[in-house]
T-cell receptor, first 112, second 116 residues
Framework: NAGVTQTPKFQVLKTGQSMTLQCAQDMNHEYMSWYRQDPGMGLRLIHYSVGAGITDQGEVPNGYNVSRSTTEDFPLRLLSAAPSQTSVYFC???????????FGDGTRLSIL | AQTVTQSQPEMSVQEAETVTLSCTYDTSENNYYLFWYKQPPSRQMILVIRQEAYKQQNATENRFSVNFQKAAKSFSLKISDSQLGDTAMYFCAFMKRGGSNYKLTFGKGTLLTVNP
């Protein structure tokens, strides 16, 4: 019973590098989302998707790209990493947007 | 845009006692959902309770209950018979119901410590 799986769990990047954070869910959920969590800031929505082929911006989308080619996968791409993107990233999914979200275990990303 | 405010950055409570965490929100919407999520030191985000704004009855889940005051835009969480395992960061969250804007907005959180 995997639920929402995020990889990697930890990553260190250099400024300017690019990378993709992976998120997969096996619950056939339509809604998926990415958040970042910074100290004292709570969780902030980066991008979300209401189904395959449909994505939209959240509160803090700059510097991140997403795509949703399948129901199961929702990768988050950092195009050119910056120190301000050092954070813990959470992926979440739910059966529908209004339903409670299931969260992955998070990815701790450090950018030097 | 919606905002969610948790005015208590930290709270503590003795084991077996009751504690209430505050949450207020600002919105012009009439139909929406409110949530409380718990994040223990393991970093997992766990749903505690969900309230639909059109329902007047306050939601309850075992030892957890809410006091939902729609006119006051207040959504507090009461934890009864606190247990050591309740030690966690608690986040209040808001989502508009319907339309095409499916954004979950979180408060900054309240760190709750349950003392033995």
């Amino acid at each position: 019973n995997a639920g929402v799986t995020q990889t990697p769990k930890f990553q260190v990047l250099k400024t300017g590098q690019s990378m993709t954070l992976q998120c997969a869910q096996d619950m056939n959920h339509e809604y998926m989302s990415w958040y970042r969590q910074d100290p004292g800031m709570g969780l902030r929505l980066i991008h979300y998707s209401v189904g395959a082929g449909i994505t939209d911006q959240g509160e803090v989308p700059n510097g991140y790209n997403v795509s949703r080619s399948t129901t199961e996968d929702f990768p988050l791409r950092l195009l050119s990493a910056a120190p301000s993107q050092t954070s813990v990233y959470f992926c979440a999914s739910s059966r529908a947007a209004s339903q409670p979200q299931h969260f992955g275990d998070g990815t701790r990303l450090s950018i030097l | 845009a919606q905002t969610v405010t948790q005015s208590q950055p930290e709270m503590s409570v003795q084991e077996a006692e009751t504690v209430t965490l505050s949450c207020t929100y600002d919105t012009s919407e009439n139909n929406y959902y409110l949530f409380w999520y718990k994040q223990p030191p393991s970093r997992q985000m766990i749903l505690v309770i969900r309230q639909e704004a059109y329902k007047q009855q306050n939601a309850t889940e075992n030892r957890f209950s809410v006091n939902f005051q729609k006119a006051a835009k207040s959504f507090s969480l009461k934890i009864s018979d606190s247990q050591l395992g309740d030690t966690a960061m608690y986040f209040c969250a808001f989502m508009k119901r319907g339309g095409s804007n499916y954004k979950l907005t979180f408060g900054k959180g309240t760190l709750l410590t349950v003392n033995p």
